[in-house]
């Protein structure tokens, strides 16, 4: 009956890693998004301006990386799901869907 808690922790341990690299991964790829786009964009979009958009990435990705695993990391993938379903479609409407970031 040992081995169980132990494989328990092993596989714990693995899908808290996996669910942490996805995060970060989807973290990276929407602050290089916002980082490339054009500032005139966000305006026309109605959304928050560039540099906000981008802070707010930023310190999502550093929630991530330093609490890893808490409410926070919860909220800052909140803000970057938002960001990458919603601010990245409106952007791409406006640019007419053209380029490689669609």
């Known amino acids: 009956m040992a ?3 132990i494989f328990y922790d092993t596989v714990q341990g693995v899908v808290a890693l996996i669910i942490f ?3 970060l991964l989807l973290e990276l790829i929407a602050l290089f998004h916002c980082l490339v786009q054009r500032k005139d964009a966000f305006t026309v979009v109605g959304s928050i301006p560039k540099w906000g958009w981008a802070l707010i990435l930023f310190l999502s990705l550093l ?4 609490l890893r695993s808490s409410i926070f990391t919860f909220l800052a993938l909140t803000a970057t799901a938002f ?3 919603d601010v ?3 952007l791409r409407d406006v640019s007419g869907g053209s380029g490689r970031w669609r």
């Open 88 to 90: 990245r479609i409106g």
């Open 83 to 85: 960001y990458l379903l």
């Open 3 to 5: 081995a169980v808690p």
């Open 21 to 23: 690299l996805v995060t």
């Open 63 to 66: 929630v991530t990386l330093v």
